[in-house]
T-cell receptor
Framework: AQSVTQLDSQVPVFEEAPVELRCNYS??????LFWYVQYPNQGLQLLLK??????LVESINGFEAEFNKSQTSFHLRKPSVHISDTAEYFC????????????FGKGTKLSVKP | DTEVTQTPKHLVMGMTNKKSLKCEQH?????MYWYKQKAKKPPELMFV???????INESVPSRFSPECPNSSLLNLHLHALQPEDSALYLC????????????FGNGTRLTVT
C-alpha cells in the first residue's frame, strides 16, 4: 500500500518570497508522483508530474518539484510566489503496475500575503 | 477552462428529494471517476468506471447511484441523502497509460437540508 504525507497543513509567505511545500511518500513499489492545485471553488488542476527520467520536473507557471528516491520525497518549490498562487496544494502517488488509483496527501494551504 | 464539465455548479436538496449530477468529457478518456471532497480535506474516491463499466465502488452507500450512459457521460443519482452528504462532488477522467493524470471538473457544490 502507498501513503502520502504533506508535512505542513498551512504555509503563509509574503509575496515574492520563495516557498517549499513538502511531500513524502511511502511505497514498497515504484510510484508515479503528482502535484495538484485547487483554487477556491474549483476542481483540482494538475500542476506537474513525475513519471520517469529527469528527477526535476517543472510547470509552466514557475513551480518545480524534485523526485528524491532515497528520501522518498517530492517537494514542490517556487523561487518567488505571487498573490495568485494562494491555493490548496495536494501531493498524490500512484503505484506502478497497479489498477489502484491516486492516493492523495491531506493538502497544504499556501497563503501568499502582500 | 476545464475539459471536464460538471452540472449543476450548485445544488440544494432536501432529504427526500431525488436529483442527479452530470459530468461530460470529450477527450476520449475511457476511465471516469466520482470523488467526494469535504472542506479542507483531500478528495475521497467513490466510484470508477472503465470502458463504461463500474470497476470500483469504494463501499459507497446505496443512496448514491452512478451511471455511465456512454464513454463521454457520467451521472451520479442522489436519493434520500443525509446532511452529512453535503460536500463538493468532483468528476474526473483519465487517459490511457499507467501514469496518465486525472483531469478534474470544477465540481458540484451539494447542500443537503
Amino acid at each position: 500500500a502507498q501513503s502520502v504525507t504533506q508535512l505542513d497543513s498551512q504555509v503563509p509567505v509574503f509575496e515574492e518570497a520563495p516557498v517549499e511545500l513538502r511531500c513524502n511518500y511511502s511505497s514498497s513499489v515504484s510510484v508515479y508522483l503528482f502535484w495538484y492545485v485547487q483554487y477556491p471553488n474549483q476542481g483540482l488542476q494538475l500542476l506537474l508530474k513525475y513519471l520517469s527520467g529527469s528527477t526535476l520536473v517543472e510547470s509552466i507557471n514557475g513551480f518545480e518539484a524534485e523526485f528524491n528516491k532515497s528520501q522518498t520525497s517530492f517537494h514542490l518549490r517556487k523561487p518567488s510566489v505571487h498573490i495568485s498562487d494562494t491555493a490548496e496544494y495536494f501531493c498524490a502517488v500512484k503505484a506502478w503496475g497497479s489498477q489502484g488509483n491516486l492516493i492523495f496527501g491531506k493538502g497544504t494551504k499556501l497563503s501568499v500575503k502582500p | 477552462d476545464t475539459e471536464v464539465t460538471q452540472t449543476p455548479k450548485h445544488l440544494v436538496m432536501g432529504m427526500t428529494n431525488k436529483k442527479s449530477l452530470k459530468c461530460e468529457q470529450h477527450m476520449g478518456h475511457r476511465a471516469m471517476y466520482w470523488y467526494k471532497q469535504k472542506a479542507k480535506k483531500p478528495p475521497e474516491l467513490m466510484f470508477v468506471y472503465s470502458y463504461e463499466k463500474l470497476s470500483i465502488n469504494e463501499s459507497v452507500p446505496s443512496r448514491f447511484s452512478p451511471e455511465c450512459p456512454n464513454s463521454s457521460l457520467l451521472n451520479l443519482h442522489l436519493h434520500a441523502l443525509q446532511p452529512e452528504d453535503s460536500a463538493l462532488y468532483l468528476c474526473a477522467s483519465r487517459g490511457p497509460g499507467e501514469g496518465s493524470p486525472l483531469h478534474f471538473g470544477n465540481g458540484t457544490r451539494l447542500t443537503v437540508t
